[in-house]
């Protein structure tokens, strides 16, 4: 036990999810990994292409002028139309930082999160005064009904979307002094997390009804009476995901590269042919659609339950192999700070979740496009 403790001082590396699948899995399952992280990263900033335009519209485009059956955003221009042009706009402006690295994002991050804590303060706020006041629009009891089994594939992929963090973890734990309390700090983190989404979703729902919910909840605030906050909200996605999308394009023009190939790329083809492959693909989609929902419920239910749930529990498995080779079989034991969920069948139940999951909504998805409803 003393030489197992000699050996285990803690994480003192940070260790990256690809790093790990190299490591555990042969080239197959690292090509799997690179593909399902590739996936969720295009979910990702198609998902940005299409908030921000929309955001922008819906401040620009105050209009309900309807001209042949169309609605208008200004004369001559239909909404649809104006809501394309600030997608090109958007990607003109933001797509040219994937082209080059980013670093030094502490600022960035630091006023991301300011402004995050700040819209959902305002936003659970806004929506409690309009419960308490009972003003028109909000539903009564009767009319919120307890499950709706059409919504439940898109609840799943939207729940598991917003609940992404896997990546993190190292960031989190990697600086920590005092290791052992891992656990219970991050315990308290995405438990305080799991009560700010109660909160905002139990308030939207009984602020304005499911059936009045737009797909980007902060448009729900557009003809607040309190001109400056209804245009924060309107537009908070626009500078928070704008500072992200630089970001996840870098890292997807990273990702694309190691699946490639792993040696050195000629200029054009390192500089100009990744990039545009990193930001093309999003730009077309965000240009074809402007169902943020649907982008948010495919990508999370199928490349974030992979990497949210799958790739995880694979990585549990095969590091307790690795671990009792390594240490032997008293390794687990004698490890001060291993985990409360050490039994094998946490991540095999995980594995067999996920498959249900992937499976019901795969399921409902084709079934529904087959009878058209």
Known sequence: EQWYQRRVRGITKRIEMSELAEVFFNKVGVVIFYFAMIIYLYGDLAIYTVAVPTS???VTCKS??????VSMCWKGVTKMNAYRSFVAVYVLCIGPFVFFNAQK???????SSLLRHTSFFIMVVIALDRIAQKVDGVPSKTDIKTLVMDKVPDFIGVSVYCFMCQHSLPSFITPMKFQQRATAVLFSALTACLGVYLLVCYSATFSFGPDHLENIYTLNFENFHILPIALFLELYPVFCLSASYPII????RNNLKTLFS???YPWIVDRIVFPLLTIVPPTIIGLATSDVEVLV????????V??????????????RVKVKETFGREASRVNKNHSVFSSNAW???LLVWSACCMGFVLYYKISSAITGS
Do not use: R
């Open 56 to 58: 922008l519209a819906s």
């Open 64 to 69: 309900n002028y309807v001209e042949n059956n």
């Open 105 to 111: 994002t502490k600022l960035l991050q630091i006023v």
């Open 249 to 252: 394009g870098i890292t997807l």
């Open 262 to 264: 792993k040696e050195e």
């Open 297 to 304: 419920a495919y990508t999370g239910a199928f490349s974030g």
């Open 306 to 319: 992979a990497i949210q749930y799958i790739f995880p529990a694979c990585f549990v498995l095969l590091g």
């Open 347 to 349: 991540p095999i139940g």
